[in-house]
């Protein structure tokens, strides 16, 4: 049973035995003039519902007892970087880190909690997520696996950046709109030479060549990662509250 949490009543997350919790994460920070400032969040989101509507989940979701919860995305990350620009939000580290163990520990009191899928789609929340995740796990004895958008797109050889053409072609295809055209800051993009070297640049645009064939790939690859979080997770009978 798949329970999304925007619009489902609480007595459905009763009936379930065993339950997953997923959440989206992104940011609200600038994306120059083609995306909307929530195009990370937006993108998480959008993913997770696809992969629930048309991942390969029915043989680990076998019965009505075993329930994916979706919680509502979170919005808000680490983006300090972009505060100078118009419409960033960003929460500090600390901010950050609480209020996802809080979340966590909220979520973890649930009869038959199985586990928290985090799906980030900001690369800035990338390596506090997995400080975060370590910090759950032996500090609160937790369960919680990440998803990160990026780190599964760099399998298919797309490397992290920001507002380049592969974000702008993925959030096409996932229905989000690129048109906007608005912002008055020049574009400002970034993307990883390799690891730890980060490129800036706000002359032209950051391309991939062949974007629109790997975006299927793409698609797929995440799907695997979520299966194999999902499998973990549900079939672990060790693990019950």
């Not at 619009?7 to 959440?23: N, Q, R």
């Not at 790939?217 to 997770?233: A, R």
Request: charged share 20%; with cysteine; aromatic share 10%.
């Amino acid at each position: 049973m798949i329970i999304d949490c925007i619009y489902h009543f609480s007595e459905s997350i009763t009936k379930c035995i065993d339950k997953v919790v997923l959440l989206p994460i992104g940011s609200l920070e600038y994306h120059g003039a083609y995306l909307p400032p929530a195009v990370d969040t937006l993108i998480a989101d959008r993913l997770i519902r696809k992969y629930l509507k048309e991942g390969a989940i029915k043989e680990l979701i076998n019965s009505s007892e075993k329930c994916l919860i979706l919680l509502p995305p979170l919005y808000y990350g680490y983006s300090p970087e972009w505060n100078s620009f118009e419409g960033t939000i960003s929460l500090n580290r600390e901010l950050f880190q609480w209020l996802i163990i809080h979340i966590y520990l909220s979520i973890s009191s649930m009869n038959g909690f199985k586990g928290l899928i985090i799906v980030n789609g900001h690369g800035g929340n990338t390596s506090l997520l997995e400080a975060i995740a370590r910090d759950i796990t032996y500090n609160y004895g937790g369960r919680i696996g990440i998803v990160d958008i990026w780190r599964v797109a760099s399998k298919l050889g797309l490397k992290y950046c920001h507002a380049c053409p592969f974000e702008i072609e993925l959030a096409k295809a996932l229905g989000i709109n690129t048109t906007g055209r608005g912002a008055s800051n020049k574009a400002h993009l970034r993307t990883i030479v390799e690891e730890g070297i980060y490129l800036y640049n706000g002359k032209r645009t950051l391309g991939y060549e062949g974007i629109l064939p790997k975006l299927d790939l793409f698609i797929k690859e995440f799907y695997s990662s979520m299966n194999k979080l999902l499998s973990v997770f549900l079939n672990d009978s060790k693990n019950n509250h």
